[in-house]
């Protein structure tokens, strides 16, 4: 819900009052109770006028989120409530659109949150100003910047856990656009008695202690270290660890910090050296030594650590040694050197520490500068930010130089307050042409006079009392100023002429008081001079200024012999006055904007709020004062077109819309409310109110007018949204009777509809069923007449039939009587020839008529054409049995030759082929039945197509009978070779299966035999003529799947050719010409064992065994 209202006005849900001008009625106890009763809700910022007064939460608080920065972007001051963000926005806008130099001014005492609430301002503009590569870098250095000084320039005191021990102002330059450009650090009074001695339960500056932690040992070693911090004298050992502070982590984020701002390497790392020379300086003690003059003299115990230094420094160990016993005075050319004893070689010591230290924090301060200095030289807008310590009181008069110096600082930022806001306020009033009324007010600028008179201010004395010859010391000095400011009624002492505080016992003797705007202030005037006069002797500084250390020897450039100057460096009060004084001139040229850090307790703790603690402090920063300054005039302005917006409601000619002026709106408005003239005042663009009870009561009137307006707005809605129900009811009704009725409607007519039909079907029933009777009736009656009608035409047929039955039965019996009569008379005639002739002629013509019978029957009984049919009718009669066999057998032999009839001269040449097998191997070989039915083809391989037998065609001009694949028997050992068979008209050839070339060639006339098994095999010998030339090599001996075939073609192609029959012998045992010898080829029934295919084996010389399966 809060994220979702929408803020127009710092007075929407206000807590307490958001301004304090507004309070009502002000005093302490109402201003402190309003601060309260808004931490206690967690709202930290209050504004007198445009100051943000910022009460440190000591927590964090969701307030400072990228969403809040927007929120705030671009909004006017008093829309929002009180915040940082606020102020900032105001001036950073007033500075890139009005072109106004601006300078934030943050105070408060130390914990009160000053350094953070200027880091908040720097996130809030970084976040804000221009982006891009270039304006982000210097961002970020101008960021970084914060950690590298925080750890030098920071420590933990009692109060603060991060204490500045510094004051810092730094310029953040903008270019017309309003993006960051660069900027420019001043630092104010180091507190470097610091390095040397810390007060119970504080600690050094953080970077010593980050330093030992965070450092790799390697780097420890190189600035001859040790991580254990007992071993150092300057830290205090109390105190050394801070709660929630990660030293370690924190050196490695301000070694990072140095890198972004632009620190080189070795830079880095020779002020590291520095700091821990500042370090090991602390451990080099003296002890005393007596001479012989009787002068005291100190000595060095351990002159080890002093080794280790001048080797980090690079100065010569007698140098520095003699520089810590020695003191060089020089007058008017004159040298003079004496010893220094203990005490005072501990204070060179020290001094040396202090200033090596000091010399290094301005050193960085300027180097950082460098880094982030503009890098243009075109007009630059500045906005300066100062952090700087807040009026410091300490109880029991522990308040010393230092509290001194700081409360004339913030008298001096008090003066510039009440100016600038008094002139601001005057100058609005002649802009607005307001009369301008006299506002009484308290000026401190008597008390910055007593400070800081030329002449007679209290800085004056102390700087001409350590100028003075002679013996010198702090009780000198308040006994000077009891002379001088004894009559200034801010000044007061025990011991002044003026007898008003003789009796004071709260005034100790060695003490004087000042009355600041902000309170009394005690101070305790031991080490004014000394600190004052912050005196390092000249033989150190030239000690140092003798390092091979580069940044060292820079740091003491007063230690040049060649540059030696003997007037007296000016004091650190003169050299602060000065600065502040610069200071002021700069801050009194911009527009100020200011924020007022308040503590709300010593315990560093949240939400505790300690009235007391916060009661002295609005004291002393004057709060109240700021608060009747700003209401001295007219306590609430505002701009007339918010104002006329805000209160519109109020009257009715300006609600809802006011056409005229926003000016005249507001005269209306006020005139209307009848609001005492003297209450307000008009200027040119604001409405100027005097009281803030006036306000309020604008504010309770326009609480009262809402509240009002909204019962109206209420009220017209509710009557608004009941009426829309209303009519959205009745419509929906008669929508819903509409459909209501046409649905009853429908329902009724529906109802009558199927009435009416299941009246009608049962009429429509009754009349068809009354048609169906009489149809039924009247069909009735036809079939009664038909059936009459059948019977008695029945009746009438039956008695015709009846009598033609019996007319027949008479014409046949008549008939027949007639034919027996006839016969009788016939038979009678014929007796005689009958007896003669009748029984031959009866046989004949009965065997006639039995053998046409008969041949009439066969002819429908005769088998089929085919000449296998072995069919044939069976006899019918004993008689015809020879005439059944010879018709038979005429009947086959004519089928017979109708079936040879219709055959070609080829297929008459096969059958004769196959006669010619059959008769010579019928009954004889065991492998003719299975060559019945294979055809006979002759030219199995075809010899014409295969172009690898070409050459073996062309040598053949004759005509094949016979080309087929053989296996030709070797007879040497019973192995076979494939060969092919060639027959042709004249002669048998042999030739190579592969290559076609002829290997034998047997004129037909040379072959006298062919002999061959009477079983299953297709071997077969070819036998040739004895002496013939085809005979050298002996007869041949082959195997073929188409023996049967092979053979019968042999014989016949040898009959026709020869005239002559060639011999076939059928026998299981033959013999074969080989060459000389002859070999005997015996069949044997062979063993299954080899498969069906049967071998052939060489028994010896003589038998060659084939085994037939
Ligand atoms: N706005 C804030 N929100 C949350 N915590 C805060 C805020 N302001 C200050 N603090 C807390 O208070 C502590 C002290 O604040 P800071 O260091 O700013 O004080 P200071 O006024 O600068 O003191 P000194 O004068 O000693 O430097 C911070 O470390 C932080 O813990
Ligand atoms: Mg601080």
């Known amino acids: 819900m809060a994220k979702m209202e929408v803020k127009t006005s710092l007075l929407d849900n206000m807590i307490g009052v958001g301004d304090m001008v507004l309070l009502e009625p002000l005093n302490e106890e109402t201003f402190i109770n309003n601060l309260k009763k808004r931490f206690d809700h967690s709202e930290i910022y209050t504004y007198i006028g445009s100051v943000v007064i910022s009460v440190n939460p ?30 900032s926005d105001e001036a950073y806008r007033s500075l890139r659109d009005q072109d106004k130099d601006q300078c934030i001014l943050i105070t408060g005492e130390s914990g009160a949150g000053k350094t953070e609430a200027s880091k908040l301002v720097m996130s809030y503009v970084a976040a804000v100003c221009g982006k891009g590569a270039e304006v982000n870098q210097v961002k970020e250095q101008l960021l970084q910047s914060n950690p590298v000084l925080e750890a030098f320039g920071n420590a933990k005191t009692v109060r603060n856990d991060n204490s500045s021990r510094f004051g810092k102002y730094m310029d953040i330059e903008f270019d017309f656009k309003g993006d960051p450009l660069g900027g420019v650090i001043s630092n104010y009074l180091l507190e470097k008695s610091r390095v040397v001695k810390q007060p119970r339960g504080e600690r050094n500056f953080h970077v010593f202690y980050q330093l030992l932690s965070g450092a790799s040992e390697e780097l420890l070693n190189k600035l001859k270290l040790e991580r254990d911090f007992s071993k150092y004298n300057y830290l205090s ?25 632009g620190f080189m390497d070795h830079e880095a790392e020779s002020v590291l050296a520095v700091v821990a020379a500042v370090l090991k300086l602390g451990n080099i003690e003296f002890k005393p030594e007596s001479r012989v003059n009787g002068l005291d003299e100190s000595k060095i115990k351990d002159k080890n650590e002093l080794k280790e230094i001048c080797e980090l420094t690079g100065i010569d160990q007698s140098v520095l040694e003699r520089a810590f016993s020695f003191r060089t005075v020089e007058a008017k050319q004159e040298k003079v050197s004496t010893t220094l004893n203990v005490a005072q070689a501990y204070y060179a010591r020290d001094a040396l520490a202090k200033n090596l230290y000091s010399r290094l924090f301005s050193w960085l301060v300027n180097r950082i500068n460098e880094s982030i200095k503009a890098q243009t030289k075109v007009r630059k807008k500045v906005m300066g930010v100062l952090d700087i310590y807040g009026f410091e009181i300490f109880e029991n008069a522990d308040n010393s130089f230092e509290q001194f110096i700081i409360n004339y600082c913030n008298e001096k930022l008090q003066q510039i307050f009440i100016e600038l806001t008094l002139k601001e306020e005057q100058e609005e009033y002649i802009r607005e042409d307001i009369e301008w009324t006299h506002i ?207 209160y519109k409601m109020l009257c009715k000619q300006t609600w809802p819309h006011w056409k005229g002026p926003a000016r005249s709106g507001v005269e209306v408005l006020f005139n209307e409310l009848e609001i005492p003239v003297e209450e307000y005042s008009f200027g040119r663009s604001k409405i100027f109110i005097r009281n803030p009870r006036t306000l309020f009561k604008l504010e309770d009137l326009r609480k009262q007018r809402l509240e009002d307006l909204a019962t109206l707005i209420q009220k017209i809605y509710r009557g608004w949204k009941c009426r829309t129900h209303f009519l959205l009811m009745k419509k929906s009704q008669i929508v819903i009777a509409a459909w209501y009725r046409r649905y009853a409607q429908q329902k009724r007519y529906q109802q009558t509809k199927s009435s009416a039909l299941v009246i009608q079907s049962y009429i429509r029933g009754w009349k068809a069923r009354k048609i169906l009777r009489e149809l039924k009736h009247q069909k009735r009656c036809k079939e009664a007449v038909t059936t009459i009608a ?30 027996y009569w006839l016969g009788l008379k016939v038979r009678r005639e014929y007796r005689k020839f009958f007896r003669a002739n009748a029984g031959k002629k009866i046989y004949e013509f009965t065997l006639q008529r039995i053998v046409q019978k008969y041949f009439l029957e066969m002819k429908n009984k005769m088998p089929s054409l085919s000449p296998i049919d072995k069919n044939w009718p069976s006899r019918p009669y004993l008689f015809l049995d020879s005439t059944h066999k010879e018709l038979k057998r005429i009947f086959h032999l004519w089928r017979c030759k109708k079936y040879r009839d219709q055959f070609t001269d080829q297929q008459k040449l096969i059958y004769e082929e196959k006669l010619e097998a059959s008769e010579l191997f019928k009954d004889k070989k065991a492998l003719y039945p299975s060559s019945v039915g294979q055809p006979f083809q002759g030219a199995y391989l075809e010899i014409n197509k295969n172009p690898k037998y070409k050459k073996l065609k062309d040598a053949i001009e004759e005509k094949i009978i016979i080309a087929e694949v053989v296996n030709k028997i070797n007879r040497a050992n019973g192995k076979s070779t494939s060969r092919i068979f060639l027959l042709t008209n004249n002669n048998l050839l042999l030739a190579d299966q592969k290559s076609g070339q002829i290997k034998s060639e047997v004129p037909l006339v040379d072959v006298t035999k062919v002999s061959m098994s009477s079983q299953n095999d297709g071997f077969f010998a070819v036998h040739l003529k004895e002496g013939s030339e085809a005979a050298s090599k002996g007869d041949f001996l082959f195997s073929s799947d188409h023996l049967i075939e092979m053979a019968t073609k042999l014989y016949r192609t040898t009959l026709s050719q020869t005239k002559q029959k060639l011999n076939i012998e059928i026998s299981d045992e033959f013999l074969v010409q080989f060459r000389q010898d002859k070999v005997c080829v015996k069949f044997i029934q062979g063993n299954q064992k080899n498969g069906s295919v049967p071998t052939c084996k060489r028994k010896n010389n003589r038998l060659l065994e084939v085994a037939v399966p």
């Open 237 to 261: 050992l109390d105190s050394a660890k801070v709660n929630g502070v990660d030293d370690a982590a924190n050196f490695r984020t301000v070694r990072n910090a140095m890198q972004i701002v």
């Open 58 to 87: 000591y927590r964090s608080l969701p307030i400072y989120s990228p969403e809040k920065v927007e929120e705030y972007r671009n909004r006017n001051f008093y829309e929002l409530s009180p915040h940082i963000f606020a102020l």
């Open 440 to 646: 009484d007010y308290f000026n401190n600028a008597i008390i910055c006079d007593l400070i800081e008179n030329n002449t007679n201010g209290i800085l004056a004395m102390l700087d001409e009392e350590c100028l003075r010859p002679g013996t010198v010391t702090d009780e000198t000095f308040l006994e000077k100023l009891n002379q001088v400011c004894a009559t200034h009624q801010h000044f007061e002492s025990r011991m002044s002429k003026c007898s008003r505080f003789l009796n004071d016992t709260s005034l100790p003797h060695s003490c004087f008081r000042i009355q600041h705007y902000a309170g009394k202030v005690l101070y305790q005037v031991e080490g004014f001079v000394d600190k004052n006069n912050d005196l390092l002797y000249r033989d150190l500084s030239q000690a140092m200024w003798k390092a091979s250390h580069a940044l060292i020897k820079s740091l003491f450039p007063e230690g040049n012999p060649a540059k030696i100057n003997l007037k007296r460096p000016p004091t650190a009060g003169s050299q602060f006055k000065a600065s502040v004084a610069t200071l002021m001139k700069n801050l009194q040229t911009k527009n100020p904007n200011y924020i007022r850090c308040i503590k709300p307790n010593d315990k560093k703790a949240a939400h505790i709020f300690t009235e007391a603690l916060v009661c002295h402090q609005i004291r002393y920063l004057g709060l109240l004062e700021n608060v009747r300054v700003r209401r001295a005039g007219y306590a609430f302005r505002q701009a007339y077109e918010p104002c006329l917006e805000r």
């Open 790 to 819: 059948a019977y008695w035409h029945g009746t009438q047929a039956r008695r015709e039939l009846k009598r033609l039955k019996e007319e027949a039965r008479r014409k046949h019996a008549v008939a027949v009587i007639w034919a």
